[in-house]
T-cell receptor
Framework: EPEVTQTPSHQVTQMGQEVILRCVPI?????FYWYRQILGQKVEFLVS????????KSEIFDDQFSVERPDGSNFTLKIRSTKLEDSAMYFC????????????FGSGTRLTVV | SQQGEEDPQALSIQEGENATMNCSYK?????LQWYRQNSGRGLVHLIL?????REKHSGRLRVTLDTSKKSSSLLITASRAADTASYFC???????????FGKGTKLTVNP
């Protein structure tokens, strides 16, 4: 069964450093998403991406965050200057349509900011 | 704001018993989905129910949706130890692509 692949599975970074989280969505999917889950809290929507541009973003997704699809396969989330409160599990997802269903989530990247 | 809220927060049962988890939300929705998350792992899609549907089955899973009460339930029948996980409901509404998740129910199935 097709999978969404995320790398790395765990990343530790110093506060203030830039991090890039990588995702390989399912190949025929057109819609891409990032969500995050702070330990013990809800999964929260960050951003959706379609046709090489952001289609929707949450208030969490401020200027410190950016997304990119640099080639035909990767989808990245960059955090420019990490803060302690950015520590969370970050999930990438993709779907073939935009109707909120048919999502496939990756297994996540656990980001720890120290 | 639109939110999915599950109850109970935690549920512990014996293998073979049925597990029922509930979800409530606040605004009108297009779809409601249930996801499963094993500890520290990714989200696995279980089942989706559309706002015009009342009940849906998939294997040992049964989902109901009551839009008048803005609530849904997930029933897992004949539970197994491997069903031990956290279960989340997630809703989406028209005009937005995002899913809004609840805090989840942590299910423990004891062998």
């Amino acid at each position: 069964e097709p999978e969404v692949t995320q790398t790395p599975s765990h990343q530790v970074t110093q506060m203030g450093q830039e991090v890039i989280l990588r995702c390989v969505p399912i190949s025929n999917h057109l819609y891409f998403y990032w969500y995050r889950q702070i330990l013990g809290q809800k999964v929260e929507f960050l951003v959706s991406f379609y046709n090489n541009e952001i289609s929707e973003k949450s208030e969490i997704f401020d200027d410190q965050f950016s997304v990119e699809r640099p080639d035909g396969s990767n989808f990245t989330l960059k955090i420019r200057s990490t803060k302690l409160e950015d520590s969370a599990m970050y999930f990438c997802a993709s779907s073939a349509n935009s109707r909120g269903y048919g999502y496939t989530f990756g297994s996540g990247t656990r980001l720890t900011v120290v | 704001s639109q939110q999915g809220e599950e109850d109970p927060q935690a549920l512990s049962i014996q293998e073979g018993e049925n597990a029922t988890m509930n979800c409530s939300y606040k605004t009108s929705i297009n779809n409601l989905q249930w996801y499963r998350q094993n500890s520290g792992r990714g989200l696995v899609h279980l089942i989706l129910i559309r706002s015009n549907e009342r009940e849906k089955h998939s294997g040992r899973l049964r989902v109901t949706l009551d839009t008048s009460k803005k609530s849904s339930s997930l029933l897992i029948t004949a539970s197994r130890a491997a069903d031990t996980a956290s279960y989340f409901c997630a809703t989406d509404k028209g005009g937005s692509e995002k899913l809004v998740f609840g805090k989840g129910t942590k299910l423990t199935v004891n062998p």
